[in-house]
């Protein structure tokens, strides 16, 4: 019975949700809503009168499931493919769908084009886009845009160990939040997300620089390239899965408002922290509760409009879920899994050959299938972990020396006596 109660919903519909109760509330106008959503007036007001009358259920698309009617036939597609490799393959894609509709009654749009070349592997002529930097006007609500980034520097003045702070900083507001780790990685990435969630929400969207932590250098794998993707690092993968959108800033420049907060912190937080004998890290994070509200009263500013975007917490238990750095592993014959060169067994049997093992922030791991977690126990380290045995040394082998009677001796000796005797005769 509770299973009718349940609304099944995209991680976009259920922030486009979230717009409108905003709106319903009279938050934000229907036109702002209609911005943020991205959508027109006319379709926000649709939704909007949907909801009012079928409940948040309205939000899901009526067409979820279906085959769209403007889907290409695979006759049109291969015919195209064909042509563009034949005749233009050194054309750009808009000069090629030019001519496709031109010379072949082939109507594509250019982005249809590009998603078959993607998917079939084909290159094509790309254009290199111009670098353009301008002024950037402030977001106009709290929680749709925070900067973030990590600050290497000595904090402690030699008191102490060198660290990082992990600050985070509202485009709209300048409200500031962070906090000191030992290193800017994932594990801290995820933590300090993990923080700023159960304080203000779940933001819109982030703006990154592209730190391996942020952005992953790996090369896609030749699935993600027909399938139009790149690879993901472990936070991104994260910041996806609770629907946050992911900005990559080119240049220092572009997030110079956390750029500008760094400056600031290095001046005023370090000078504080010396007048407070601050020299390790928990001391510093300690020191934060009460220098960053002190900070925000002083230099926040207000938003442009009043509402907040930022979307409810999750459960810490979803949270924790989520914000982990997850990978997948085979599971073998015996239902064991190696993780971090240790063997694991997985105490029931399953009917699947890979699983999710969570490394999770608390230093527990997880393992689970389909979102259920799988009971397991430890059982031994793996080969590699093994301590090799104490190698035995072996004396030297002695060369073997024939007994005198032995054949080859006798052969020998009988040798030597014949050149002794004819060496003496006259």
Known sequence: MAEKDMITMSRKEAKRLHIIHQALDNRISQTEAATLAGLSNRQIRRLIKRIRQEGDEGICH???GTVSNHRVSAKIKEKALRLFQEKYKDFNLTHATEQLAESHRITVSRETLRLWLTAEGIPYKKRKARKHRQWRERKAYFGELVQIDGSHHDWFESRGPVCVFMGYIDDATSTVSGRFYAYEGTIPAMDSMKR????????QSVYLDKHSTYKSPAEPTIEEQLNDQRPMSHFEKSLSELGIEVIHANSPQAKGRVERLFRTLQDRLVKEMRMSGIKSVDEANEFLKTFLPKYNRKFKKPAASKA?????ALHS????????????RTVRNDFTVIYGSKLYQIERAIRAKTIIVEDRLDGTLHITHNGQDLAYRKIKPALAEEKPQELQIKPARQPWIPPVGHPWRRTYLTKQRIKARLSAAP
């Open 308 to 312: 907040d975007l930022h979307r409810l």
């Open 196 to 203: 700023y969630i159960k304080r203000y929400g779940i933001p």
């Open 62 to 64: 009526r067409s979820r």
């Open 317 to 328: 238990r979803d949270l924790d879920r989520i914000l982990c750095i997850k990978e997948e």
